[in-house]
DNA sequence: TTGACAAATGTTAGCGCTACCATGATAGAC
DNA sequence: GTCTATCATGGTAGCGCTAACATTTGTCAA
């Protein structure tokens, strides 16, 4: 009747009307059940966002961004933790399309190939976020990792740094973007030597950032510079170092990912990658609404770009500011 | 028909029909659709969890707990995040009370006083996280932060500081309880000094921990440790006294609450409360899915407990290792 | 006043499933 | 062989809402 419309185009009732039928809902308490109206609709008011960790900073700040656009709108968030593996991806995105979402967000641009099918032809918006790339199945809203670590990496090599090495954890798809990132760089000023290039599979934490210094420095000494993966590995370098009365940036230079909040206050202050992290869950939700909403974004790719915030951690002796 | 006894309650299906039907159902692709499933049946495998932030580490390892617990089950998690806020606390449970969810897990004891209504009268399961409390709704699994902080406020005189303060930031509920159990402590121990209680309703961050770190120490230069109430401000106060030539343990003692993994390998190793709260998101996910299949825990109220990891940066000369 | 048209409101069917009850098949007791 | 108890399966209604269409009411020009 009326009052089905009331709630969902109270412009196409009258004034009157829609004040008895507020009335009304305010006495008896009413609220619309939401599976009677996706039943009935043939369609749900849910976003799912599929991210591969829930514990990870980076994903925590992100699904904040979506969290807060999301507040104060009839937008229902789903999240799916693939846990870095994309079989698990696949079943989240299969579970989450069977319950046909208004939206589904997915992280990165490296799904399994039945991934990629069911998005393309999926009736829902889709927003990929945590990198940019070329041919996105929908909209995007990322940066590029790779221009991101060739420009920290360069910042090393400006900064005087002439054996720098690299440290990374769980090698998934943007790790090894960025890893690429440093060859690049390094190879191009001939500084490249795969002996200072140290990875491992296990989850990132400070500790783990510590262990892979160690690693490091045990298999080339005379390195005296780590470019890390992200900045839990930073904080475990610079701790690792300090223990071993490696003087930062004197005798190595250290460079994080991310900008922690935490890096601008270690001593010496941390250099790191700033990212836009809550932007870009913000900036993934305000898209997706608008394009639920009718509003087509003028452009499909947002590049949220980033900064090489140089501090103590890589002012080195002389050369120390980089133009 | 039969099809729909046989996805639910296979057991009471021939085998011969349910692998005809399992047959058809590959051919097809069939998925249930969860709306309607809702609607006949009036309840959902929701499972709704209210925290106050997504952001901050701790709930971030509990989320991940609850997820992991969930997972492999049919049971879907559903987010909500208050932001601290008792009123948008009450506004979630009601959105989420009113789509029948089967099960709601919401963090802490202090809700408002409609809040409390609504989950007494629930017609759902209700467990309790982060703290333990008398008169649970339904069950509990958390720790008494109380206790927590009295541990390491001893920890902290066995040790032998005698003018220690406390630095926290964001005053929820359970960081007031371990300012109590602080006050408590340094009371009876005659060491209180309400001078050195520094608090901010701010969100804690390590900047933060710098800031009211050069705060105590300027209204209280002759503070001799600081009890911390959460790593992120302990890191933060271990970074001011460093830049300050403030020698840790030496000249102040430092302790932290939660014993993230990065307080071991820091220098000095930080001193924390270690707290278990992967386990406490794994354990009240475990509860909720026991008696929701009908089997109820023997106890309601399940006391995780804590442990006061002591380590380099509260290691005082003579003293150093309370018994 | 009347007709034409728009705005507001009402009617009906059905979304895909499950609860409940009815029926049919099977087996064992007598 | 009949009767009952048990298991397996089928039929029917309806969960609460919305889409689509039908009807009523209101407005204004001729």
Redesign the interface.
């Known amino acids: 009747m009326t009052v089905s419309r009331a709630l969902r185009e109270p412009e196409r009732v009258s004034a009157k009307s829609l004040e008895k039928i507020r009335k009304v809902i305010d006495r008896l308490g009413y609220?619309p059940?939401?599976?009677?109206r996706?039943?009935a609709a043939g369609r749900?008011n849910v976003i799912g966002v599929i991210v591969p960790s829930?514990?990870?900073?980076v994903f925590?700040?992100v699904?904040?961004g979506i969290?807060g656009q999301a507040?104060g709108t009839d937008w229902?968030?789903?999240?799916g933790?693939s846990r870095y593996s994309p079989l698990e991806e696949e079943r989240l995105v299969?579970t989450f399309l069977?319950?046909?979402p208004a939206g589904l967000i997915v992280s990165g641009i490296d799904q399994s190939a039945a991934t990629a099918v069911m998005l393309r032809q999926a009736s829902c918006r889709i927003v990929q976020i945590m990198e940019t790339g070329p041919d996105p199945f929908d909209m995007m809203v990322g940066f590029s990792h790779l221009e991101a670590s060739r420009a920290a990496s360069r910042h090393l090599l400006a900064a005087g740094y002439r054996r720098p090495g690299f440290i990374a954890a769980r090698l998934d798809p943007r790790t090894q973007r960025r890893l690429e990132g440093f060859r690049d760089v390094a190879r191009e000023a001939g500084v490249l030597d795969p002996g200072r290039i140290i990875t491992t599979p296990r989850a990132s934490?400070?500790?783990l950032g510590?262990e892979l210094t160690a690693d490091l420095l045990a298999r080339a000494p005379d390195t005296d510079a780590i470019l890390c993966n992200n900045d839990?590995l930073a904080?475990?370098a610079l701790?690792?170092c300090?223990?071993r009365g490696l003087d930062s940036p004197r005798q190595i230079g250290i460079c994080g990912f991310n900008d922690l909040?935490?890096m601008?206050?270690?001593?010496p202050a941390v250099t790191s990658v700033r990212t836009y992290r809550l932007d870009m869950g913000r900036k993934a939700m305000a898209m997706m609404i608008d394009a639920l909403a009718g509003r087509e974004a003028e452009r499909r790719t947002v590049d949220l770009g980033f900064e090489v915030m140089a501090r103590d951690s890589t002012r080195r002796g002389g050369s120390a500011n980089p133009a």
Not at 33 to 36: F, L, S, T, V
Not at 54 to 57: F, G, L, R, S
Not at 76 to 79: G, S, T
């Open positions: 609220v059940d939401p599976a009677a996706a039943l749900t829930v514990t990870n900073n925590a700040d699904m904040s969290y507040e229902q968030v789903q999240l933790n299969r069977s319950q046909r934490t400070v500790t510590c839990d904080l475990g701790f690792e300090q223990r909040e935490m601008a206050v270690a001593n």
